[in-house]
């Protein structure tokens, strides 16, 4: 199985800050690789699909990049709707695994 | 608009099985995958398996093989995931979802709790 890694686990932030979070992938997944948001209580909401395309109705705020073992998630400004748990997934093969995920707080 | 919605929270004895049942809407049930994962309290998300409504096969990750089935009654667009032989370790809350490798639409999670 293809291990996920992000990092950091956790990162206090303020409303306007960049923020970027890393994924690694155990093995080169070329770009099979989708960001998801999770708020306390909620399911999963997709963000970033193959790597650096944003999905229908993110705020464009959100980005991907990346290609092979490393990706990044960056917030360009972050907003107060924004603090929330982010999980990198790789869609290259199967089993489909996730990262540990990453929780935004507020600082 | 897309929706998926999941039948309600579960309590269940060790060595029980649970039926978990995801109703779609706003879209052609049978030409999306459904996906289940699940995500015990606090902890990340662990994808189960797949199954393709259309014909009804499935794939499941090896963890579960032999504990999990999953069906669908296309009449109703409705898919189910069902666990048998249950552990404490399997208390979490259980997700179905749209897709084969991205997941664009999620159910709003079932909470599933094994306890004597």
């Known amino acids: 199985d293809i291990q996920m890694t992000q990092s950091p686990s956790s990162l206090s932030a303020s409303v306007g800050d960049r923020v970027t979070i890393t994924c690694r992938a155990s093995q080169s997944i070329s770009t099979y690789l989708n960001w998801y948001q999770q708020k306390p209580g909620k399911a999963p909401n997709l963000l970033i699909y193959a790597a650096s395309n944003l999905q229908s109705g993110v705020p464009s705020r959100f980005s991907g990049s990346g290609s092979g073992t490393d990706f990044t998630l960056t917030i360009s400004s972050l907003q107060p709707e924004d603090f929330a748990t982010y999980y990198c997934q790789q869609s290259y093969s199967s089993p489909w695994t996730f990262g540990q995920g990453t929780k935004v707080e507020i600082k | 608009q897309v929706q998926l919605v999941q039948s309600g929270a579960e309590v269940k004895k060790p060595g029980a099985s649970v039926k978990v049942s995801c109703k779609a809407s706003g879209y052609t049930f049978i030409s999306y995958d459904i996906i289940w994962v699940r995500q015990a309290t606090g902890q990340g998300l662990e994808w189960m398996g797949w199954?393709?409504?259309?014909?009804?096969?499935?794939g499941f990750a090896q963890k579960f093989q032999g504990r999990v089935t999953m069906t669908r009654n296309t009449s109703i667009s409705t898919a189910y995931m069902e666990l048998s032989s249950l552990r404490s370790e399997d208390t979490a809350v259980y997700y179905c979802?749209?897709?084969?490798?991205?997941?664009?639409?999620w159910g709003q999670g079932t909470l599933v709790t094994v306890s004597s």
């Open positions: 199954m393709n409504p259309n014909s009804g096969n499935t």
């Open positions: 979802a749209r897709g084969s490798r991205t997941f664009d639409s």
